[in-house]
């Protein structure tokens, strides 16, 4: 399970990486760029809220269900926020 939460989280990074240089590398109107930036930010800290105790508990050998919960909470949410 700890290898899961370990590959879970480093698709989460690397998507979050792809998408945080491309929101800053894009080029549009102000609007534009600036709306891309915020919800790359914003979709950045959501991720980060939940990988970052994911990899401390997988890292540490302890509670792992709590830690395949939490690296899967981001994923979870950001398909319910742009679906609703």
């Known amino acids: 399970m700890r290898k899961l939460v370990f590959a879970i989280c480093a698709i989460q990074i690397a998507i979050m990486l792809f998408i945080l240089v491309s ?27 939940f ?8 890292t540490a050998d302890k509670a792992m269900k709590v830690a395949l919960v939490l690296s899967l909470a981001a994923p979870i949410l950001l398909l319910l926020a742009t679906t609703i």
Do not use: R, Y
């Open 23 to 49: 929101a800053f590398t894009m080029s549009s109107d102000a609007a534009g760029e600036g709306m891309a930036q915020g919800l790359a930010m914003v979709g950045a800290i959501v991720v980060s809220v």
């Open 51 to 58: 990988v970052v105790p994911a990899l401390l508990l997988a």
